[in-house]
């Protein structure tokens, strides 16, 4: 960490351990989520924010614009998943070693978290609070040649705001904390043990 303000911008070169947790109160008023547990190896991550912008007319120019965040896509790529996983992101009916697919099947609202490795070595640790992969998975399958190939699976969800106040999504990139970020330094030593949160007051 640094002793001043020396702004790091470092390519990112790894992506992994995705988290997911379960959303379980998401109000006005609250905001909680189970314990999270890992998904599976990452593979690649695809993160894209939306927004719409509106332009405001007043004297035939260009007064001001009004930009709305309208969510967040999230495409994983993994390197399998196990049924218990596909009956936590998607809803899906996981008894007895078996794994059922309905078609009333709802896809759970869920935080998901994950870390990636920049050049200079510091990592970026990310949260999103609110989601759901409600754009299905993709399996890929393929006959056993002399060369055999291994699949992998995806899966595509939409991220929104929570309710309570708006945010959608939480990071620290390692590499441009202060010595005065003790909040921060100490939840990236422990990222993935809950949904992290800025703290109210401190460092």
């Not at 999103?128 to 056993?144: H, I, L, V």
């Not at 991220?159 to 990236?188: C, H, P, W």
């Amino acid at each position: 960490m640094a002793d001043t303000q020396t702004i790091v911008r470092s390519r990112t070169k790894s992506f992994r351990d995705i988290h997911v947790a379960h959303v379980t109160k998401n109000t006005e008023t609250e905001y909680a989520t189970d314990t999270p547990t890992k998904l599976a190896r990452a593979i690649t991550g695809k993160i894209s924010d939306k927004f719409e912008s509106e332009k405001i007319y007043s004297d035939d120019s260009v007064e001001d614009t009004n930009m709305t965040y309208t969510g967040t896509e999230v495409e994983f790529e993994v390197n399998a998943l196990a049924p218990q996983d596909k009956s936590r992101v998607f809803g899906h009916l996981y008894k007895n070693g078996y794994l059922v697919k309905n078609k009333n099947d709802k896809a759970p609202e869920v935080a998901v978290g994950w870390r990636a490795k920049k050049l200079n070595g510091k990592y970026e640790f990310c949260w999103m609070y609110a989601g759901r992969f409600d754009q299905g998975m993709e399996d890929n399958y393929e006959t056993e040649g002399a060369s055999p190939k291994t699949q992998t699976a995806t899966l595509k969800g939409n991220f929104y705001e929570r309710q309570m106040d708006g945010n959608y999504k939480i990071e620290v990139d390692e590499g441009n904390l202060l010595e005065a970020d003790t909040s921060a330094a100490a939840a990236i030593a422990n990222w993935f043990a809950s949904v992290q949160e800025l703290p109210k007051t401190g460092g």
